[in-house]
């Protein structure tokens, strides 16, 4: 799968999301990134990996972007490549691994869907913290 494939394919998905992408490159510091994403208050910073490329070395551009004020970076390659790849860099670092089939479809591989799409409390969950807070005020305020 080519670079140019990889490229066509994510610029294509976040599009059908309504948002802005350029895919060029981009200057950083000591770097160069290959696209970004722009929505409303925050920007995610794009590099693309063909799997030929090295995976390493986009890390260290991504931590670049990241310096230099993007609020998400992604690392774009092929769903088989991204399904090799070893976790840990990028949970530690909260860097988000995209992986893209050969028919085009882009899949966030990192972070993992349980840890992204956790539910939020119950709404009587809501309602007894709520009360909670409420017979605590009084004793709060002196």
Same mark, same amino acid.
């Given at each position: ?13 976040? $599009?059908? +999301? ?30 693309? $990996?063909?799997?030929?490329?090295? @995976?390493?070395?986009? +890390? ?34 909260? +860097?988000? @691994? ?31 913290? $709520?009360?909670? +807070?409420? $017979? @605590? ?6």
């Amino acid at each position: 799968m080519s670079e140019r494939f990889l490229k066509w394919a994510v610029k294509r998905h976040y $599009k059908a +999301l309504g948002h802005k992408v350029r895919i060029a490159r981009i200057r950083l510091g000591n770097t160069e990134i290959d696209g970004e994403v722009v929505g409303e208050g925050w920007k995610i910073a794009l590099e693309i $990996k063909s799997p030929g490329d090295d @995976l390493t070395r986009g +890390l260290g551009q991504l931590a670049e972007a990241l310096a230099f004020g993007y609020t998400q970076a992604a690392i774009v390659t092929t769903l088989r490549k991204a399904k090799q790849v070893d976790p840990t860099v990028f949970e530690r670092l909260g +860097l988000m @691994l995209l992986g893209i089939n050969s028919s085009g479809k882009v899949h966030v591989v990192l972070p993992r869907e349980e840890a992204v799409d956790m539910p939020g409390p119950s709404p009587s969950a809501k309602e007894a913290l $709520k009360l909670m +807070l409420e $017979k @605590l005020m009084p004793s709060l305020e002196c």
